[in-house]
């Protein structure tokens, strides 16, 4: 009896490691703004939102980094220009989504979002959206993946300034 008692113990005790697994929570807000003065800020809804762990997914921060390379290379845009950063905004796309990811969710329709993800040493937040005006509808961030955190996904590119 002693002997199974053990057993049955050393079973729980496993299992229950497993499930306490440590875990953060990443509060996110899909944010744009409708320009003018004063600036309206607002939530957009509908953007698909990955958290990958960035050491997972070299190739697609290798895309993103050439993106943003790219973009600031010169003031002037050209047609080669557009057409590389296309490219690299197709590719990044086609990554992101065939990547396995820590978590996916989609912003509701204040724009809120939530992920729940494991702990991890650094994480990349990737979001992607249907947006006919937007050239390049996607917006990606970095951050430590050890802490729970809230954060603001800046769906304007910076464009919300005054």
Request: proline share 4%.
């Amino acid at each position: 009896m002693i002997k199974s008692s053990a057993a049955v113990l050393a079973a729980f005790a496993a299992a229950t490691l497993f499930a306490a697994a440590p875990t953060v929570t990443l509060t996110g807000k899909a944010q744009s703004c409708y320009p003018g003065r004063p600036i309206r800020l607002v939530g957009v809804s509908g953007v698909d939102v990955a958290a990958f762990g960035v050491s997972r997914v070299p190739s697609l921060m290798a895309y993103l980094k050439a993106f943003d390379s790219t973009g600031a290379a010169s003031a002037v845009t050209t047609g080669a220009m557009m057409m590389r950063l296309d490219t690299l905004s197709t590719m990044a796309d086609s990554v992101a989504r065939s990547s396995k990811a820590l978590a996916r969710t989609v912003s509701d329709s204040l724009g809120n979002f939530k992920l729940r993800i494991p702990v991890t040493d650094s994480v990349l937040i990737y979001g992607l959206w249907d947006d006919e005006d937007d050239t390049f509808p996607q917006v990606y961030m970095t951050m430590s993946g050890r802490t729970s955190r809230s954060f603001v996904l800046d769906m304007a590119h910076g464009g919300c300034s005054p």
